[in-house]
C-alpha cells in the first residue's frame, strides 16, 4: 500500500537529548513536510522541503533539523535546544507545492522528562 | 499573510442532526481551501479540497463545503450526523507565496455526537 510511514508512534526521551524521527513515503512525492500539533493549537509548520537535497524552514524551525539525502525520507531531529519538545509530530508529502493535496502519516508522539 | 479562523473549539451535536463548522479565512489571492478530520491518536485525513472549479465541494462520509468569496468563508457542513462522526476537524488554506504554497491551517474544532 502507498503512503506515509512514521516512526516510532510514541518516543519517551529525557531532557537534553536529540531524538531522531523517521518518515518514510511510498507515493512517489517530491514535496515533504513537518508539523507540529500542540492541543488547541492546531498544526505548525517545522520544515518543508521541495526537492532531494533542499529544505526551508518554517514558522517554527528553532531547535529542530532535517535531511533530505532520498526522495523517500525526510527524518526530523528534535535536538536539546528545543524548549519545549513534548508534542505530536506529523509527517505529510505532497506531488509538489504547488497547491496540490497534502497527504499525513499517523504521526509521532514524543515525550520528553 | 494567510489566516485561518475556526469559529468554536467544541461543537456537540445530537446523533442525526445537522453538523456546521465554520471556518472563515483571509488571502490576499484566490486561494485553495482544505476540510481535514483526525481521529484520536492519528494523522490528519482529506474529506474535501476547494480549488476553484466548483464553489460547493463534496466530500467524503457525507461532508461538503461551500465557498463563499464575499463572505470569505468555507463551512463545513453535513445533514445528519452519525457517531462516527466525532473527530477534530482542520480547516486549512493554501496560498502561493514565494514559489510555493503554503498550507496554514485553523486550531480545529472538536466535534461531538450525543445519543
Known amino acids: ?113 | 499573510a494567510q489566516s485561518v479562523t475556526q469559529l468554536g473549539s467544541h461543537v456537540s451535536v445530537s446523533e442525526g442532526a445537522l453538523v456546521l463548522l465554520r471556518c472563515n479565512y483571509s488571502s490576499s489571492v484566490p486561494p485553495y481551501l482544505f476540510w481535514y478530520v483526525q481521529y484520536p491518536n492519528q494523522g490528519l485525513q482529506l474529506l474535501l479540497k476547494y480549488t476553484s472549479a466548483a464553489t460547493l465541494v463534496k466530500g467524503i462520509n457525507g461532508f461538503e463545503a461551500e465557498f463563499k468569496k464575499s463572505e470569505t468563508s468555507f463551512h463545513l457542513t453535513k445533514p445528519s450526523a452519525h457517531m462516527s462522526d466525532a473527530a477534530e476537524y482542520f480547516c486549512a488554506v493554501s496560498e502561493a507565496g514565494a514559489g510555493s504554497y503554503q498550507l496554514t491551517f485553523g486550531k480545529g474544532t472538536k466535534l461531538s455526537v450525543i445519543p
Open chain 1, 1 to 113: 500500500d502507498g503512503g506515509i510511514t512514521q516512526s516510532p508512534k510514541y518516543l519517551f526521551r529525557k531532557e537534553g537529548q536529540n531524538v531522531t524521527l523517521s518518515c518514510e513515503q511510498n507515493l512517489n512525492h517530491d514535496a515533504m513536510y513537518w508539523y507540529r500539533q500542540d492541543p488547541g493549537q492546531g498544526l505548525r509548520l517545522i520544515y518543508y522541503s521541495q526537492i532531494v537535497n533542499d529544505f526551508q524552514k518554517g514558522d517554527i524551525a528553532e531547535g529542530y533539523s532535517v535531511s533530505r539525502e532520498k526522495k523517500e525520507s525526510f527524518p526530523l531531529t528534535v535536538t536539546s535546544a528545543q524548549k519545549n519538545p513534548t508534542a505530536f509530530y506529523l509527517c505529510a508529502s505532497s506531488i509538489d507545492t504547488l497547491g496540490n493535496t497534502i497527504y499525513f502519516g499517523e504521526g509521532s508522539w514524543l515525550t520528553v522528562v
